[in-house]
């Protein structure tokens, strides 16, 4: 999939480890389960691609965040993120929009 940070410090976690400002401190090791599963993210063709790795919990949100999916990076924190499809069969492209790191259960 191609991968779309749409807040600044999502990226700079990926790709620095760390980012600016204190409301963005995270521990290292939920950091460091960001990344990876960023990584999986990237690696995966399209959604079914992530149904396998059942620590990811993929879901669909519902509610007030109906529009979003998620993957778990630990047990509590997930990655929200939006899925389009852009292109027609068989050049179609996933593309996986990142919204947010939360604390799943806050």
Known sequence: ???VFKKDYLEQ???EGKAKGKKYRFPKGV???YKQTI???RVANK???LFPFK?????KLVGDKKKLESVRVNQQYRIEFKSTVEGEEPYTI?????VELSNHYK
């Open 1 to 3: 999939m191609k991968i």
């Open 13 to 15: 976690l990926y790709t």
């Open 31 to 33: 950091i460091s389960k």
């Open 39 to 41: 990584d999986k993210l």
């Open 47 to 49: 959604i079914e691609d």
């Open 55 to 59: 620590s990811l919990n993929y879901e």
């Open 94 to 98: 996933t593309i996986c929009s990142i």
